[in-house]
Structure formats: structure tokens, C-alpha cells
T-cell receptor, first 111, second 112 residues
Framework: GEDVEQSLFLSVREGDSSVINCTYTDSSSTYLYWYKQEPGAGLQLLTYIFSNMDMKQDQRLTVLLNKKDKHLSLRIADTQTGDSAIYFCAERYSSASKIIFGSGTRLSIRP | EAQVTQNPRYLITVTGKKLTVTCSQNMNHEYMSWYRQDPGLGLRQIYYSMNVEVTDKGDVPEGYKVSRKEKRNFPLILESPSPNQTSLYFC???????????FGSGTQLSVL
């Protein structure tokens, strides 16, 4: 069935890189997304990648997609305290009307 | 300002008392959707609407109703709320179903 899995927690030191991982099951998904949820707020789209791409870079963010292993990762370079949030991986299911979200990874930054 | 507005932000109610959570978007989006967020479960889709007068069930529709009489509004109705519907609810919209989702700020519902 459809499933998107992420680890629940990640703790990194300020200034280090954060890598948040995600696995998905639908090999026919067209878009894969990373959303950020700050405390008390809704989700905001951080970045996305088309399924025919391997990598996408946007300033401090790098998204890597391994279609063979159905693995998606988000790397945040030079992690700052403002990056503390829950990060959701999501895939657009092949029917296009449905987006499946992972359980979210809570990123905490230690000094 | 382009936004998705949900009301109320917080709601405490009792079992069986009908309630409505409103959602409105000012971006002329065709697609709207409701999600609930529970710890460890991520976001699960309740209902979605591809356009006016078109609604479909998501993954967890039981106990909920929606309507889409106008393009901008997509209210979520709980006819007889139960404690297992205590959750954080998000409304989202996008121009079309395959485009970027914009989320509201959420409604924290507690059913006693």
C-alpha cells in the first residue's frame, strides 16, 4: 500500500549539516516534497523534486532522490536555530489527487 | 495577502455536540483538502475537493462531512464528535490538484 516513512527525531549541533531521510513505496509517484512545520503553524512547502531528477539544490537545501531504493533525503547545510521544526516528506500519488505525508521528523538544534 | 484561513484556532467541545470548522482561501484555488495531524501518524487526509460541488473521501473520512458550495469555502463538519476526533486539523488548497499546497494555521480540537 501507500506509505511514507521517516524517523521521528533528529538532533544536530548548530552549524553542522542535518540530513533527514524518507522512504516511500509508490514507484509511480511524480513529485516528492519536503514541508516544514514551525511550532503553532501550518505546513509550508520547502522544496520539491520531480521523480525524473536525482538531485536538487536550493541555497542551503539539497534534496537527493534514489528512485531505485525509493529513498529521499533533505540536507540542510550550516543548520541554524531557526531550522528547528518538524519536517514532512510527502509524495504525490500517481492518481495526482492525493498526497501522502510521512509522520514528520522533529529537528532540534543544540548549541 | 494570499492565504488559507481556518476558524477557530482552538475548540473544546463535548461528545455529540455538532460542530463546524471553517476554511476559506482567497487564491481562487480549485483543489481543497482537510487533514488531521496526530503524533507519530503524520498528516492523514480526511476529505478533498477537486472543484465546486465535487468532494471525495480521503483516508480517514469516518465521522466527518464536508461541502463545497462555493470555490473559496470548504467547511469540515463533525455531526457527532467523539473523543477519538481530538486532533489538530489542517485545511489546504492548491490551484489544481497537482500543484503546491498552501496550508491554514490549523485548528486544535479537543472532544471531551
Amino acid at each position: 500500500g501507500e506509505d511514507v516513512e521517516q524517523s521521528l527525531f533528529l538532533s544536530v549541533r548548530e552549524g553542522d549539516s542535518s540530513v533527514i531521510n524518507c522512504t516511500y513505496t509508490d514507484s509511480s509517484s511524480t513529485y516528492l516534497y519536503w514541508y516544514k512545520q514551525e511550532p503553532g503553524a501550518g505546513l509550508q512547502l520547502l522544496t520539491y523534486i520531480f521523480s525524473n531528477m536525482d538531485m536538487k539544490q536550493d541555497q542551503r537545501l539539497t534534496v537527493l532522490l534514489n528512485k531505485k531504493d525509493k529513498h529521499l533525503s533533505l540536507r540542510i547545510a550550516d543548520t541554524q536555530t531557526g531550522d528547528s521544526a518538524i519536517y514532512f516528506c510527502a509524495e504525490r500519488y500517481s492518481s495526482a489527487s492525493k498526497i501522502i505525508f510521512g509522520s514528520g521528523t522533529r529537528l532540534s538544534i543544540r548549541p | 495577502e494570499a492565504q488559507v484561513t481556518q476558524n477557530p484556532r482552538y475548540l473544546i467541545t463535548v461528545t455529540g455536540k455538532k460542530l463546524t470548522v471553517t476554511c476559506s482561501q482567497n487564491m481562487n484555488h480549485e483543489y481543497m483538502s482537510w487533514y488531521r495531524q496526530d503524533p507519530g501518524l503524520g498528516l492523514r487526509q480526511i476529505y478533498y475537493s477537486m472543484n465546486v460541488e465535487v468532494t471525495d473521501k480521503g483516508d480517514v473520512p469516518e465521522g466527518y462531512k464536508v461541502s463545497r458550495k462555493e470555490k473559496r469555502n470548504f467547511p469540515l463538519i463533525l455531526e457527532s464528535p467523539s473523543p477519538n476526533q481530538t486532533s489538530l486539523y489542517f485545511c489546504a488548497s492548491s490551484l489544481r490538484s497537482n500543484e503546491k499546497l498552501f496550508f491554514g494555521s490549523g485548528t486544535q480540537l479537543s472532544v471531551l
